[in-house]
């Protein structure tokens, strides 16, 4: 159940409350987090995301100036992103096996951390080589407000509070839905502070 959305989910979406856990799951993200750091990337026209990324696994989400795409090797240290962790591997194909998505192994692991004021705008993932697999979606921290569309940016959204904890698998028609996030309010969390972590899980190459 949610608040701002008391009707079914979207079709191919599947929501896994408090099934992951930050006390577990912090110590791991700092660890990657010290090897390849939170940055703001630089989108093709030239601005800057208000959302800071990091990766961990094979291949890694980036943009540049010169477009998206994934990468085995971290720009910024020139170094392969960080191995992805056995419990996070283990949390992303057991969610996604509750949804009907036996067999994913997730070779990418993009890690979003939201200060308040941060936001994602409306957008497809696209660039990862085979559709057919889901994303798995884990939300640490603070609440975030989630908006859900269809598959033209013009279609209208819904909004779906992403709490610490939500596991959210999005496969089939969800796949390719444009999504967003809300600027992030100021708030506290026990263990974050003012923040919120976001891990998407893809099966990218
Ligand atoms: C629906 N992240 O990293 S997670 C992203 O909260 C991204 O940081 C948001 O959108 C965040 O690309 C939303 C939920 C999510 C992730 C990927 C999706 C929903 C999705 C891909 C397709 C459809
Ligand atoms: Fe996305």
Redesign the pocket.
């Known amino acids: 159940m949610n608040d701002l959305f008391p009707e079914p989910l979207p079709d191919g979406i599947t929501l896994l409350p408090r099934q992951a856990d930050a006390v577990a799951l912090l110590p791991l993200i700092d660890a990657i987090a010290a090897m390849s750091p939170p940055r703001h990337l630089t989108v093709p026209g030239g601005g800057s995301m208000s959302?800071a990324m990091t990766n961990c696994g094979m291949l890694g989400w980036v943009s540049d100036r010169s477009g998206y795409r994934y990468d085995r090797i971290d720009p910024l240290t020139g170094r392969p992103w960080p191995a992805m962790p056995a419990a996070f591997t283990e949390l992303a194909a057991g969610a996604a096996a509750q949804a009907g998505f036996a067999g994913f192994m997730p070779d990418a692991c993009?890690i979003?951390s939201y200060a308040p004021g941060a936001r994602?705008g409306l957008?497809?993932?696209r660039d990862e080589r085979d559709f057919a697999w889901p994303?798995v979606?884990v939300?640490l921290g603070l609440d975030?407000v989630?908006l859900?569309g269809g598959t033209r940016r013009a279609d209208p959204t819904r909004a779906l509070v992403?709490a610490d904890g939500a596991v959210?698998v999005?496969g089939g028609p969800?796949?390719r839905?444009y999504?967003g996030?809300r600027p992030l309010k100021a708030g506290h969390h026990p263990l974050l502070g003012a923040r919120r972590l976001?891990l998407?899980f893809r099966k990218a190459g």
């Open positions: 959302v993009l979003n994602m957008h497809q993932d994303i979606s939300s975030a989630f859900i992403l959210l999005f969800a796949r839905m999504h996030v976001n998407t």
